[in-house]
């Protein structure tokens, strides 16, 4: 692929992914762990030292480090032995203890019009903890969408008025509104892209939009063996 590191050039690219290693042997688990031949901690040792640097900015440090806590603190039981996980937090719950660690004062909402009673219900949730929550709806600016060049045929509903997602809108609105921590729920594929790439704040996803599968998108990779077994099956010509 033209722009390819040098670095990556020297090695097969990571497949971490279709790594046969058993879980607890992996090398990125155990320092005496195994790896197969594309396993970056193993040959990428000066990229993954360089990644360590950006931690020693005190606050990306502190922020991992909650991120770190409230990942443990999402069990109990934590010191048995021999070790059984036991999740006890969901993850709005989640959401709201990590905010918390953090001071976050103000939290942006950034979400899809389609599920605007779960944003009601998720502000509600918010605010009952003691955030001041800025919510942004995915039509804001009623933006139609010939201004990004779509056809009639390319709508939802063809022959209609339709505004645009705007998702660099919501981002900037955010931005504008000063949040110390972004929340995104349904926002499109692609439009989720542009919002991670246009706001300023840290953002965490609550919520993916799936619209076939009530918004659990894994539910697919779960049935590959089953209902979405077309997915991995190449059509017949």
Do not use: W
């Amino acid at each position: 692929m033209e722009g390819e590191s040098v670095v990556m050039e020297k090695m097969e690219l990571p497949q971490c992914a279709k790594c046969p290693v058993e879980r607890s042997e992996k090398a990125c688990r155990d320092k005496n762990g195994k790896a197969p031949r594309f396993c970056p901690t193993r040959q990428l040792t000066e990229l993954v030292a360089k990644s360590q640097k950006p931690y020693e900015d005190v606050h990306i440090r502190e922020f991992a480090r909650q991120a770190s806590i409230q990942e443990g603190e999402c069990y109990i039981n934590r010191e048995a032995r021999p070790p059984v996980l036991h999740p006890v937090i969901p993850r709005l719950q989640e959401v709201c203890e990590f905010a918390g660690k953090m001071g976050y004062k103000r939290l942006g909402l950034a979400y899809c019009i389609g599920l605007q009673g779960e944003a009601a219900a998720l502000t509600t949730v918010l605010e009952a903890h003691g955030f001041s929550v800025v919510s942004v709806v995915c039509k804001v600016g009623c933006t139609p969408k010939e201004e990004i060049g779509l056809t009639e045929k390319e709508k939802v509903r063809p022959g209609q008025f339709e505004s645009m997602c705007s998702p660099i809108t919501q981002a900037e609105v955010l931005n504008e509104a000063q949040v110390d921590f972004n929340i995104i729920m349904g926002l499109c594929v692609g439009h989720d892209s542009l919002f991670f790439k246009y706001a300023q704040a840290p953002t965490t996803v609550f919520a993916v939009k799936d619209r076939v599968l009530g918004h659990n998108p894994l539910a697919a990779l779960y049935t590959l063996g089953s209902y979405y077994e077309r997915l991995i099956k190449k059509p017949k010509s």
